[in-house]
């Protein structure tokens, strides 16, 4: 079992469509194992995404995700990083797969609807970032 940890982001929040989300994730048989909704400060959105700190969409990206509320969720399962990141898509929804998260529901390469760790060592941070292991189950 391994866990990874999903956002549903600004844009999809916004839109109603976390249900939607959510609803894959269980019908994938990914469990949810901690979620919570929160609405990150631009310095938040900054320390969960320093590992593109250097990026030229850094401002922008973080400045998005600190727009209004995100849903936050640990999630576990059977190879889930993996399975999660498949569930999403490409981050770009142009170059997204057919039936994906994102080829359905995103808007741009940067209101995409979702994020999903994308290694043992992201999802490590990412958990950690968000919740605390009382908050796990
Ligand atoms: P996410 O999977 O959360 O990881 C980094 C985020 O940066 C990405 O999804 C997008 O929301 C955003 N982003 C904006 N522009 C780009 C880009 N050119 N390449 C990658 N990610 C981008």
Request: no cysteine; aromatic share 8%; net charge neutral.
């Amino acid at each position: 079992m391994e866990r990874t940890l999903a956002i549903i982001k600004p844009d999809a929040v916004e839109r109603g469509l976390a249900g939607k989300i959510l609803d894959r994730i269980e019908d994938n048989r990914l469990k949810i194992v901690a979620l919570k909704m929160l609405h990150l400060s631009k310095g938040e959105a900054e320390g969960f995404y320093k590992v593109h700190s250097e990026r030229p969409f850094f401002s922008s990206l973080t400045k998005y995700m600190s727009t209004s509320p995100v849903i936050v969720a640990v999630l576990n399962g059977e190879d889930a990083i993996k399975k999660w990141r498949d569930l999403m898509g490409a981050t770009n929804p142009k170059d997204a797969a057919a039936g994906t998260i994102r080829k359905e529901f995103a808007i741009d390469i940067e209101k995409n609807s979702v994020h999903g760790s994308d290694s043992h060592e992201s999802a490590s941070f990412e958990i950690q970032y968000f919740f605390s292991n009382i908050e796990i189950f």
